[in-house]
């Protein structure tokens, strides 16, 4: 969705940048503001090194959770990274306090029912094997946001089914993205390549479609102001 910010903003902060799609974005279209680029993982920050160049993007290792920035941001933005962060509530604390007074915070992230269908059948395939959480519902992300002391202007959900060409794709592509890291989607013990091999089998044979297999994806879009 399209970022509208009243003035131009001179300082951007763009949480959990990844490969820095949003970063190289956030760039064009503020042409005079500073970027400030976060992930807590240093191989995405190589990658968006690669990605994006330019003397006006500085980039951060480190958790946005508790990351101590220099001054206080006019924007804040974010794309599908927030679901990884826990706890989101200390994560709005946080941001509400290096956010400029009438400053906009931007994000999207991935909701609870995203790859309902891969987890229906990982509770098939290895019922003793539960994952460690769920991903959050979007009056959940409001309810934090509004604890913060945010202002939340704008919910927009969205549902996308995405094809991949196999369901071995799907799940390689997804782990390179790291969308198979942390509680939401690991249990106590892994599965063993037995349970990985039958999953597998399973979703190429339950979830055809035209050209493979499909994945659903449940996206909030939120706009909050401080």
């Known amino acids: 969705r399209r970022i509208e910010v009243a003035g131009q903003p001179k300082r951007i902060l763009d949480l959990g940048c990844g490969t820095g799609f949003l970063t190289s974005l956030l760039l064009q279209t503020f042409p005079n503001a500073q970027v400030d680029a976060i992930d807590i993982s240093r191989e995405m920050l190589r990658k968006a090194r690669l990605f994006v160049t ?19 941001y006019d924007l804040i933005a974010s794309s599908s990274a927030i679901q ?33 269908e891969l987890h229906g059948l990982r ?12 991903l959050a519902t979007a009056h959940d992300i409001a309810q934090y946001l509004k604890a913060a002391g945010l202002a939340v202007h704008e919910i927009t ?15 390689w592509r997804i782990k390179e993205q790291g969308f198979t890291g942390g509680d939401i989607s690991t249990a106590h013990q892994v599965l063993t390549r037995g349970e990985l091999r ?18 659903t994806y449940c996206v909030g879009f939120f706009e909050a102001r401080k």
């Open 84 to 116: 990884w962060i826990y706890p989101q509530d200390k994560l709005f604390e946080h941001i509400f306090g290096v956010m400029n007074p009438g400053g906009g915070f931007f994000f999207s992230l991935m909701l609870r029912g995203t790859f309902w």
């Open 123 to 134: 509770q098939q395939v290895a019922p003793n094997k539960p994952i460690r959480a769920e």
């Open 157 to 171: 959900e969205k549902v996308y089914r995405k094809e991949y060409s196999s369901a071995a794709d799907f799940l």
């Open 54 to 72: 330019g003397s006006r993007v500085k980039w951060i290792a480190g958790d946005a959770i508790n990351y101590e920035f220099d001054a206080p």
């Open 198 to 215: 039958a999953l597998t089998q399973r979703y190429q044979a339950a979830y055809k479609s035209g050209h493979g297999v499909y994945a």
